[in-house]
Protein backbone atom coordinates (compact mmCIF):
# COMPACT_ATOMS: atom_id res chain seq x y z
CA UNK A 1 0.00 0.00 0.00
CA UNK A 2 1.23 3.66 -0.88
CA UNK A 3 2.13 5.33 2.70
CA UNK A 4 -0.27 7.87 3.61
CA UNK A 5 -2.89 6.82 1.19
CA UNK A 6 -3.35 3.35 1.33
CA UNK A 7 -3.49 2.87 -2.36
CA UNK A 8 -2.72 -0.40 -3.90
CA UNK A 9 1.09 -0.45 -5.64
CA UNK A 10 -0.27 -2.40 -9.10
CA UNK A 11 -3.68 -0.07 -9.42
CA UNK A 12 -0.76 3.00 -9.40
CA UNK A 13 1.39 1.68 -12.17
CA UNK A 14 -1.87 0.25 -14.02
CA UNK A 15 -4.26 2.83 -14.22
CA UNK A 16 -0.93 5.18 -14.23
CA UNK A 17 -0.40 3.48 -17.52
CA UNK A 18 -3.72 4.72 -19.19
CA UNK A 19 -3.00 8.56 -18.85
CA UNK A 20 1.01 8.10 -19.49
CA UNK A 21 0.13 6.10 -23.07
CA UNK A 22 -2.85 8.26 -23.74
CA UNK A 23 -1.27 11.55 -23.40
CA UNK A 24 2.22 10.28 -25.46
CA UNK A 25 -0.16 8.16 -28.50
CA UNK A 26 -2.36 10.67 -28.74
CA UNK A 27 0.68 13.46 -28.61
CA UNK A 28 2.21 11.71 -31.07
CA UNK A 29 -0.73 11.51 -33.58
CA UNK A 30 -1.08 15.17 -33.30
CA UNK A 31 2.74 15.86 -33.79
CA UNK A 32 2.45 13.57 -36.66
CA UNK A 33 -0.16 15.23 -38.37
CA UNK A 34 0.90 18.51 -37.80
CA UNK A 35 4.30 17.86 -39.23
CA UNK A 36 3.07 15.64 -41.88
CA UNK A 37 0.89 18.10 -43.70
CA UNK A 38 3.59 20.84 -43.33
CA UNK A 39 6.54 18.81 -44.86
CA UNK A 40 4.67 17.60 -47.85
CA UNK A 41 3.54 21.16 -48.08
CA UNK A 42 6.51 22.62 -47.94
CA UNK A 43 8.50 20.25 -49.76
CA UNK A 44 5.94 20.06 -52.78
CA UNK A 45 5.41 23.63 -53.08
CA UNK A 46 8.82 25.51 -52.14
CA UNK A 47 9.48 29.00 -52.36
CA UNK A 48 7.70 30.76 -50.05
CA UNK A 49 6.26 28.25 -48.47
CA UNK A 50 8.71 25.98 -47.57
CA UNK A 51 10.64 29.24 -46.24
CA UNK A 52 7.78 29.66 -43.57
CA UNK A 53 7.43 26.32 -42.69
CA UNK A 54 11.11 26.73 -42.04
CA UNK A 55 11.12 29.75 -40.23
CA UNK A 56 8.01 28.33 -38.04
CA UNK A 57 9.81 25.03 -37.31
CA UNK A 58 13.35 26.88 -36.41
CA UNK A 59 10.94 29.04 -33.69
CA UNK A 60 9.36 25.89 -32.33
CA UNK A 61 12.72 24.46 -31.59
CA UNK A 62 14.13 27.18 -30.11
CA UNK A 63 11.18 27.70 -27.77
CA UNK A 64 11.86 26.26 -24.21
CA UNK A 65 9.64 23.36 -24.17
CA UNK A 66 9.84 22.81 -20.13
CA UNK A 67 9.36 26.98 -19.57
CA UNK A 68 6.25 26.49 -22.32
CA UNK A 69 4.51 24.15 -20.44
CA UNK A 70 5.01 25.07 -17.23
CA UNK A 71 3.79 28.18 -17.90
CA UNK A 72 0.69 27.63 -19.67
CA UNK A 73 0.28 24.67 -16.52
CA UNK A 74 -0.28 28.11 -14.38
CA UNK A 75 -2.26 29.74 -17.00
CA UNK A 76 -4.69 27.46 -17.04
CA UNK A 77 -7.61 26.81 -14.23
CA UNK A 78 -7.15 23.69 -12.29
CA UNK A 79 -10.07 22.73 -13.19
CA UNK A 80 -9.05 22.05 -17.07
CA UNK A 81 -8.32 18.41 -18.33
CA UNK A 82 -4.85 18.46 -17.72
CA UNK A 83 -4.49 14.74 -19.88
CA UNK A 84 -5.89 17.46 -22.86
CA UNK A 85 -3.15 20.29 -22.02
CA UNK A 86 -0.66 17.91 -21.95
CA UNK A 87 -1.26 16.29 -25.38
CA UNK A 88 -2.11 19.44 -26.99
CA UNK A 89 1.40 21.37 -25.32
CA UNK A 90 3.76 18.18 -26.40
CA UNK A 91 1.94 17.33 -29.38
CA UNK A 92 1.93 21.14 -31.01
CA UNK A 93 5.75 21.20 -30.29
CA UNK A 94 6.44 18.03 -31.51
CA UNK A 95 6.21 18.13 -34.83
CA UNK A 96 9.69 20.13 -36.38
CA UNK A 97 11.35 16.86 -36.30
CA UNK A 98 9.32 14.76 -38.72
CA UNK A 99 8.14 18.07 -40.87
CA UNK A 100 11.49 18.33 -41.62
CA UNK A 101 11.93 14.81 -42.35
CA UNK A 102 8.88 14.06 -44.79
CA UNK A 103 9.67 17.67 -46.63
CA UNK A 104 13.39 16.61 -47.79
CA UNK A 105 11.59 13.53 -48.98
CA UNK A 106 9.13 15.13 -50.66
CA UNK A 107 11.46 17.18 -52.67
CA UNK A 108 12.89 14.39 -53.71
CA UNK A 109 9.90 12.44 -54.47
CA UNK A 110 8.21 15.28 -56.31
CA UNK A 111 11.15 15.56 -59.06
CA UNK A 112 10.75 11.88 -59.92
CA UNK A 113 9.99 11.14 -63.53
CA UNK A 114 5.86 9.25 -62.88
CA UNK A 115 5.61 12.07 -60.65
CA UNK A 116 6.46 14.45 -63.49
CA UNK A 117 4.57 12.76 -66.08
CA UNK A 118 1.99 13.07 -64.16
CA UNK A 119 1.85 16.97 -63.66
CA UNK A 120 2.49 17.25 -67.39
CA UNK A 121 -0.65 15.22 -68.14
CA UNK A 122 -2.72 17.12 -65.64
CA UNK A 123 -3.08 16.02 -62.65
CA UNK A 124 -3.90 18.00 -59.59
CA UNK A 125 -1.08 18.97 -57.17
CA UNK A 126 -3.43 17.97 -54.71
CA UNK A 127 -3.79 14.50 -56.39
CA UNK A 128 -0.38 14.15 -56.56
CA UNK A 129 0.25 14.60 -53.19
CA UNK A 130 -2.17 12.31 -52.08
CA UNK A 131 -1.67 9.12 -54.31
CA UNK A 132 2.21 9.12 -54.85
CA UNK A 133 3.60 11.49 -52.35
CA UNK A 134 2.26 10.48 -48.75
CA UNK A 135 2.07 6.61 -50.49
CA UNK A 136 5.93 6.81 -50.11
CA UNK A 137 6.35 8.73 -47.42
CA UNK A 138 4.23 6.59 -45.21
CA UNK A 139 6.94 3.72 -44.14
CA UNK A 140 8.88 6.87 -42.97
CA UNK A 141 6.16 8.34 -40.93
CA UNK A 142 5.81 5.08 -39.17
CA UNK A 143 8.93 4.33 -38.06
CA UNK A 144 9.63 8.18 -37.25
CA UNK A 145 6.41 8.05 -35.29
CA UNK A 146 7.14 4.73 -33.36
CA UNK A 147 10.72 6.32 -32.38
CA UNK A 148 9.61 9.75 -31.09
CA UNK A 149 6.80 8.06 -29.37
CA UNK A 150 8.71 7.34 -26.17
CA UNK A 151 9.84 10.57 -26.03
CA UNK A 152 6.55 12.00 -25.57
CA UNK A 153 5.55 10.00 -22.63
CA UNK A 154 8.75 10.27 -21.18
CA UNK A 155 7.98 14.45 -22.04
CA UNK A 156 4.25 13.87 -20.11
CA UNK A 157 6.07 11.67 -17.31
CA UNK A 158 8.56 14.48 -16.89
CA UNK A 159 6.01 17.00 -16.44
CA UNK A 160 4.10 15.37 -13.65
CA UNK A 161 7.13 14.66 -12.11
CA UNK A 162 7.44 18.11 -11.46
CA UNK A 163 3.99 18.48 -10.46
CA UNK A 164 2.79 19.76 -13.96
CA UNK A 165 0.86 17.10 -15.63
CA UNK A 166 -1.69 15.35 -14.02
CA UNK A 167 -2.98 16.42 -10.86
CA UNK A 168 -4.43 14.04 -8.01
CA UNK A 169 -5.89 11.98 -7.31
CA UNK A 170 -5.15 10.85 -11.15
CA UNK A 171 -2.83 8.28 -10.69
CA UNK A 172 0.21 8.89 -13.53
CA UNK A 173 3.56 7.08 -13.72
CA UNK A 174 5.74 10.62 -13.56
CA UNK A 175 3.44 11.68 -10.65
CA UNK A 176 4.01 8.35 -9.46
CA UNK A 177 8.06 8.08 -9.25
CA UNK A 178 7.52 12.22 -7.59
CA UNK A 179 5.45 10.92 -4.75
CA UNK A 180 7.62 8.38 -4.25
CA UNK A 181 10.57 9.94 -3.77
CA UNK A 182 9.91 11.37 -0.49
CA UNK A 183 9.15 7.94 1.04
CA UNK A 184 12.04 6.24 -0.69
CA UNK A 185 13.41 5.20 2.65
CA UNK A 186 9.85 3.83 3.71
CA UNK A 187 9.00 1.73 0.70
CA UNK A 188 11.06 1.89 -2.47
CA UNK A 189 8.84 -0.53 -4.23
CA UNK A 190 6.65 3.08 -4.83
CA UNK A 191 9.11 4.27 -7.08
CA UNK A 192 11.02 1.26 -8.69
CA UNK A 193 8.08 -0.37 -10.40
CA UNK A 194 6.66 3.00 -11.84
CA UNK A 195 10.29 3.61 -13.01
CA UNK A 196 10.42 0.16 -14.38
CA UNK A 197 7.36 0.32 -15.58
CA UNK A 198 8.21 3.62 -17.63
CA UNK A 199 11.63 2.03 -18.74
CA UNK A 200 9.67 -1.11 -20.39
CA UNK A 201 7.37 0.50 -21.96
CA UNK A 202 9.71 3.06 -23.55
CA UNK A 203 12.58 0.68 -24.13
CA UNK A 204 9.73 -1.42 -25.80
CA UNK A 205 8.38 0.94 -28.60
CA UNK A 206 12.44 1.94 -29.50
CA UNK A 207 12.99 -1.84 -30.39
CA UNK A 208 9.21 -1.78 -32.11
CA UNK A 209 10.55 1.44 -33.76
CA UNK A 210 14.04 -0.30 -35.27
CA UNK A 211 11.86 -3.33 -36.04
CA UNK A 212 10.15 -1.41 -38.56
CA UNK A 213 12.48 0.98 -39.66
CA UNK A 214 14.31 -2.40 -40.75
CA UNK A 215 11.45 -4.53 -41.89
CA UNK A 216 10.03 -1.49 -44.20
CA UNK A 217 13.89 -0.28 -45.36
CA UNK A 218 15.96 -3.26 -46.14
CA UNK A 219 18.42 -0.73 -47.89
CA UNK A 220 18.77 0.15 -44.46
CA UNK A 221 19.74 -3.15 -42.71
CA UNK A 222 21.98 -4.24 -44.86
CA UNK A 223 24.01 -0.87 -44.56
Known amino acids: MEPGTGRDLFSLVVHGARVSLLVGIASTLLATVIGVVLGIVAGAVGGFVEKLVEVAT ?57 VVASRVMGARLAHVLRHQVLPNVASTVIVYSCISLPGRISAEATLSFLGVGVLPPTPSWGRSIGDAISGLLVDPAFLLFPAAALFLVTFSFNVLGDTLRDALDPRGAQR
Do not use: C, H, K, N
Open 58 to 114: DVTLGFPFLIFAIALSALFPLEAPRALLLTLVIGVSGWPGIARVVAAETRVIVRQPY
